[in-house]
């Protein structure tokens, strides 16, 4: 982890924290970017919808866009508002439309839907505004909570 990484993305990610895209690292990530936000004046909600997008986003770089725990990198930028989120991964924007990634139907018990999209829809439900840039050859989220 490197503290004030620079970060090329668009839209105000511009400097971050630098963390090797590794599972493990997930509750660390989660307690520094709550740690920031909380720093910054955000209100306990915005931190607690934050680390639950957060989880989710570091979880499937790291599995999805890396193929597994790996050197790659994943910056964060956090402040009062919520977060900037960038990797390294191949282009993959979680806010698109709804018919490429299925949505778990409500009528069906949890053991029964099929594997994936409930995490991408959390992120959508959660954020107050989310946007997507691919800038540099990197996936660029701004989370707004």
Known sequence: M?????????GGCKTGTRFEARLALVPVVMELVAAQMRH?????????????????LFRNSVLHG??????RPVWIFAQAAGFCYEDEAPAF???AD?????EPNPDLSIEDQPVGGAGLMLIRQLARRAEYVRHDKRNCLLIEV
């Open 98 to 102: 709804r018919q490429v990634h299925k």
């Open 66 to 71: 890396y193929g597994g725990d790996s050197d």
């Open 2 to 10: 490197d503290q004030k990484g620079t970060s090329n993305g668009a």
């Open 93 to 95: 924007n979680p806010l």
């Open 40 to 56: 910054a004046g955000a209100e306990p909600d915005a931190v607690m919808r934050a680390e639950l997008i957060l989880e989710e």
